[in-house]
């Protein structure tokens, strides 16, 4: 079944570019799913990034999408995120998961890596 | 935006059945989906479009969805349902699409 793992620097600079890699195994980035980014503060609950389909389309989240862009690489089967000019109010453990159609339900998700934005 | 409100926390005694709602405005006529999230793990989905299990998830998990509030029941409460229990719609109207509700804690005595 399909699997999907984060990966990426666990510490970014204030002002700096969070950059995190989400590689799907046990299937295909260009099946007809959507691909998405959730995140979670330290005790708090989820919020919605944003997602993409191979095809390259994208959905963001309005709160972020001046700042967020994610994209896709089909010849190495996972996708990306990038959030530039982070605050410590984007200290989250970020998640990528599948949908299987856009605003659907999220299965599977990642495990998830911790960023933590301080200087 | 669509707001979706869940109780902070339900406690329940094992063996016993345990709902936990999501209320949201005419959230009947969305699908509602629920997800478990232990203490540190990813979230799991364990109820999709109200109703329907995932492969794999008990059928102690149960979902409801009627009117400004649906209903994850768990029957036959056991230690290892203790987790935050999270709902998710996505809105048309709502920007963003894809709200969550802010999470119960679920205890198990």
């Known amino acids: 079944q399909v699997q999907l793992q984060e990966s990426g620097p666990g510490l970014v600079k204030p002002s700096g570019t969070l950059s995190l890699t989400c590689a799907v195994s046990?299937?295909?980035?260009?099946?007809?799913?959507?691909w998405s980014w959730i995140r979670q503060p330290p005790g708090k609950g989820l919020e919605w990034i944003g997602e993409i389909y191979h095809s390259g389309s994208t959905n963001y989240n309005p709160s972020l999408k001046s700042r967020v862009t994610i994209s896709v690489d089909k010849s190495k089967n996972q996708f990306s995120l990038k959030l530039s000019s982070v605050t410590a109010a984007d200290t989250a453990v970020y998640y990528c998961?599948?949908?299987?159609?856009?605003?659907?339900?999220?299965?599977?998700w990642g495990q998830g890596t911790l960023v933590t934005v301080s200087s | 935006s669509y707001v979706l409100t869940q109780p902070p926390s339900v406690s329940v005694a094992p063996g016993q059945t345990a709902r936990i709602t999501c209320g949201g405005n005419?959230?009947?006529?969305?699908?509602v989906h629920w997800y478990q999230q232990k203490p540190g793990q990813a979230p799991v989905l364990v109820v999709y479009d109200d109703s329907d299990r995932p492969s794999g998830i008990p059928e102690r998990f149960s979902g409801s969805n009627s009117g400004n509030t649906a209903t994850l029941t768990i029957s036959r409460v056991e230690a290892g349902d203790e987790a935050d229990y999270y709902c998710q719609v996505w809105d048309s109207s709502s920007d963003p699409n894809v709200v969550f509700g802010g999470g119960t804690k679920l205890t198990v005595l």
């Open positions: 005419n959230i009947g006529s969305k699908s």
């Open positions: 998961a599948r949908t299987l159609r856009s605003g659907s339900y999220y299965n599977p």
């Open positions: 046990g299937g295909s980035i260009s099946s007809s799913n959507w």
